[in-house]
């Protein structure tokens, strides 16, 4: 049902903010949607199964967080002036086990409240079964532009230890459905699943390669604690991944994107072009403000994190009283905030500007050019870009850049 959520101040029941918006910083939504038919090994993402939801109902969903939306609007109104959201993403769970009528009613909630930019980037995340023709262009006549594939391997032993339950064919299917409806396609991959060879992950890439999507999202696998996964790792009845062979999957994922007419815009993430990057993503790394709307949802705005409870009954409890459905809230410090400059935007392409680090971290940069870690001719134009080895080895990047 997802990881504990993090310690912080209480939320006011009011949902007051007590910041000033910044009307030049983009402002984005993020719609989260709770259910999923059956619940993967390693996921740790508050979802839930029709088994675990007492007290809350999947189709009355779409009205309870259209409350939340109505509620955000009030709050964001007395901060400053509105914005209307530059993208929108429906994650999950899995959207589409909700009609497409009910995301489209969600959306239509945001359009109201807040407005969209002319040229909004909209996606739903969705599972390859759920994905029919008449789904994607219901989905496309309601404002989505893109659909994000769970494709996850192409290997059906791969997909088992993942718990992953869809039919491999129906990518294929899913895919040709959203081209017929006019909308952008991006799959999502993992890597280092137990069993997974790098024959296996060559297979998946060059499936993924063969529906020609505008974008691939490729994540190493995260044993996360709590999950089916751990506990499995734990006793000993599938090893653990092995960061050898990930780093060597990688680099695979890399090379033959590379040559399949992909660019890395983000560690983890290849586009055909600079157009089919995920805006949304990009507004994470890049700092701008967005609500997360729903069960458990993260939100950033103006400096200020809040989240919401878990539980969708909790949830809907709350909006049905008029209250916040925030559990909690922080402001990071200046160094927090500096610490997580570093760390998001050196994940992409254009990289961190040298300008923006202090002393040590500065004089930090001549010998991460020497280890091979960062491009030197990007420092020389005053910023942070890491190589192929810096991006395998982020993580000590960044310790590097800010201790």
């Not at 002036?81 to 995301?103: E, I």
């Not at 396609?185 to 060059?206: F, K, M, N, T």
């Not at 790394?285 to 400096?303: E, I, M």
């Given at each position: 049902?997802?990881?504990?959520?993090?310690?912080?101040?209480?939320?006011?029941?009011?949902?007051?903010?007590?910041?000033?918006?910044?009307?030049?910083?983009?402002?984005?939504?993020?719609?989260?949607?709770?259910?999923?038919?059956?619940?993967?090994?390693?996921?740790?993402?508050?979802?839930y199964t029709s088994s675990e939801l007492?007290?809350?109902?999947?189709?009355?969903?779409?009205?309870?967080?259209?409350?939340?939306?109505?509620?955000?609007?009030?709050?964001?109104?007395?901060?400053?002036?509105?914005?209307?959201?530059?993208?929108?993403?429906?994650?999950?769970?899995?959207?589409?086990?909700?009609?497409?009528?009910?995301?489209?009613?969600?959306?239509?909630?945001?359009?109201?409240?807040?407005?969209?930019?002319?040229?909004?980037?909209?996606?739903?995340?969705?599972?390859?079964?759920?994905?029919?023709?008449?789904?994607?262009?219901?989905?496309?006549?309601?404002?989505?532009?893109?659909?994000?594939?769970?494709?996850?391997?192409?290997?059906?032993?791969?997909?088992?230890?993942?718990?992953?339950?869809?039919?491999?064919?129906?990518?294929?299917?899913?895919?040709?459905?959203?081209?017929?409806?006019?909308?952008?396609?991006?799959?999502?991959?993992?890597?280092?699943?137990?069993?997974?060879?790098?024959?296996?992950?060559?297979?998946?890439?060059?499936?993924?390669?063969?529906?020609?999507?505008?974008?691939?999202?490729?994540?190493?696998?995260?044993?996360?604690?709590?999950?089916?996964?751990?506990?499995?790792?734990?006793?000993?009845?599938?090893?653990?991944?092995?960061?050898?062979?990930?780093?060597?999957?990688?680099?695979?994922?890399?090379?033959?994107?590379?040559?399949?007419?992909?660019?890395?815009?983000e560690i983890s993430n290849w586009a055909?072009?600079?157009?089919?990057?995920?805006?949304?993503?990009?507004?994470?790394?890049?700092?701008?403000?967005?609500?997360?709307?729903?069960?458990?949802?993260?939100?950033?705005?103006?400096?200020?994190?809040?989240?919401?409870?878990?539980?969708?009954?909790?949830?809907?409890?709350?909006?049905?009283?008029?209250?916040?459905?925030?559990?909690?809230?922080?402001?990071?410090?200046?160094?927090?905030?500096?610490?997580?400059?570093?760390?998001?935007?050196?994940?992409?392409?254009?990289?961190?500007?040298?300008?923006?680090?202090?002393?040590?971290?500065?004089?930090?940069?001549?010998?991460?050019?020497?280890?091979?870690?960062?491009?030197?001719?990007?420092?020389?134009?005053?910023?942070?870009?890491?190589?192929?080895?810096?991006?395998?080895?982020?993580?000590?990047?960044?310790?590097?850049?800010?201790d």
């Amino acid at each position: 049902m997802g990881s504990a959520l993090p310690l912080g101040d209480p939320a006011p029941a009011d949902g007051a903010l007590g910041v000033e918006l910044d009307p030049a910083t983009p402002f984005s939504v993020y719609l989260h949607v709770p259910f999923c038919r059956v619940r993967c090994g390693y996921c740790d993402f508050n979802t839930y199964t029709s088994s675990e939801l007492q007290g809350a109902r999947q189709d009355e969903y779409a009205d309870t967080l259209l409350r939340e939306v109505a509620f955000a609007r009030r709050v964001l109104s007395d901060a400053g002036p509105l914005r209307p959201a530059s993208t929108v993403f429906f994650g999950g769970g899995t959207p589409t086990l909700l009609p497409a009528g009910d995301l489209g009613r969600m959306l239509d909630g945001v359009r109201d409240a807040f407005g969209l930019d002319a040229d909004a980037e909209i996606t739903v995340e969705a599972n390859p079964d759920t994905v029919t023709d008449a789904v994607a262009a219901e989905l496309a006549a309601s404002g989505v532009t893109r659909l994000s594939i769970g494709m996850q391997s192409a290997v059906p032993h791969v997909l088992a230890a993942l718990d992953r339950t869809h039919d491999p064919l129906n990518v294929a299917t899913a895919v040709a459905a959203a081209r017929r409806a006019g909308l952008a396609v991006s799959l999502d991959l993992i890597y280092g699943a137990p069993g997974e060879s790098l024959d296996d992950w060559r297979l998946s890439l060059e499936t993924a390669l063969s529906h020609a999507p505008d974008h691939i999202s490729a994540y190493a696998l995260i044993i996360e604690e709590g999950t089916k996964l751990h506990r499995q790792i734990r006793r000993g009845d599938v090893p653990a991944p092995d960061d050898d062979l990930q780093a060597d999957m990688y680099e695979t994922a890399d090379a033959l994107l590379a040559a399949g007419g992909y660019d890395w815009y983000e560690i983890s993430n290849w586009a055909t072009d600079p157009a089919q990057r995920s805006r949304h993503n990009l507004a994470y790394w890049q700092g701008a403000d967005w609500w997360g709307f729903g069960p458990g949802a993260h939100s950033h705005v103006a400096g200020l994190r809040f989240w919401n409870v878990k539980h969708p009954a909790a949830y809907a409890q709350r909006l049905a009283l008029g209250e916040s459905p925030a559990a909690g809230r922080e402001t990071p410090d200046a160094a927090a905030t500096a610490l997580e400059r570093v760390l998001l935007t050196s994940r992409i392409r254009e990289g961190l500007p040298v300008a923006e680090l202090l002393g040590e971290g500065r004089h930090a940069v001549a010998a991460l050019i020497a280890d091979g870690l960062i491009e030197g001719h990007e420092a020389l134009r005053g910023r942070v870009v890491l190589t192929l080895r810096g991006r395998l080895l982020a993580d000590a990047v960044v310790r590097a850049l800010t201790d």
